[in-house]
């Protein structure tokens, strides 16, 4: 399996496999939300028992940056011990807060954004735009929701700040279990589109505050769409 090894022969196979284990989920080589491979196929490639295996597992349940779900399998759950803190306490929070933090971090990011954007970052921010249109023709929620958020990623990186970009990489987890996942219909993708459009624009453009207010129009159509969620789904 590439990129993870098996540990050294010594003392503490286990903590030896959880350093491993943790550093393959940190470079992204199993993204958070994907299913782990099954431990036949982890034992027969990291050449340890079934027991340092699994202590070297719940290790990482304990930290957070697994979960096991009961028939199932084991799921990444965080990509880091920060982003698993940061999942644990939106969790908590009340999704007004929720949103007022995404409203800073993204409403900042694009201000930004508009001063330091490079040809990339455009031409990238360009690109999910046309992907968003064409999963709204056919009418692929899914792919709509997915682009949805490798647009708002993409946006924070055109920032230029690569802690903000780091941070907000970290929270995406966060403000997903927090908020839970939006409920996409085609009103709602058209809007987003729409404002996702005049953002861009305002980035290309230069406008900095321009680009604020439209991250702010982004954030309260969100908000609306939950909104709207939620009450369909208590009638």
Do not use: K
């Not at 709509?144 to 055109?158: K, S, T, Y």
Request: charged residues 25%; hydrophobic residues 45%; aromatic residues 4%.
């Amino acid at each position: 399996m590439e990129g993870l090894e098996a540990p050294h022969r010594g003392v503490s196979l286990s903590a030896q496999l959880v350093s491993s284990l943790r550093a393959h989920i940190a470079a992204g080589r199993w993204p958070v939300g994907t299913r782990i491979p099954p431990e036949s196929v982890l034992v027969q490639e990291l050449q340890v028992s079934r027991n340092t295996l699994r202590e070297a597992l719940r290790a990482l349940v304990h930290l957070g940056l697994l979960e096991a779900r009961a028939g199932d399998g084991t799921y990444v759950r965080a990509s880091s011990e920060l982003e698993s803190v940061l999942v644990r306490r939106a969790a908590s929070a009340r999704s007004e807060d929720v949103f007022e933090l995404r409203a800073i971090l993204e409403e900042y990011a694009a201000g930004l954004a508009a001063v330091r954007r490079t040809t990339d970052d455009l031409a990238e921010l360009r690109r999910l735009l046309g992907c968003a249109e064409e999963a709204g023709r056919t009418g692929d929620m899914e792919t709509i929701a997915a682009v949805d958020g490798e647009f708002h990623r993409a946006l924070v990186r055109a920032s230029g700040n690569e802690i903000l970009a780091e941070v907000y990489e970290y929270l995406g987890s966060a403000l997903t279990s927090a908020l839970g996942a939006l409920t996409w219909n085609a009103e709602a993708a058209a809007e987003h589109d729409r404002l996702h459009g005049q953002l861009v624009d305002a980035i290309e453009a230069g406008d900095e505050t321009g680009a604020r207010c439209m991250a702010a129009s982004v954030v309260q159509a969100t908000r609306h769409t939950a909104a709207t969620a939620r009450r369909e789904a208590a009638e």
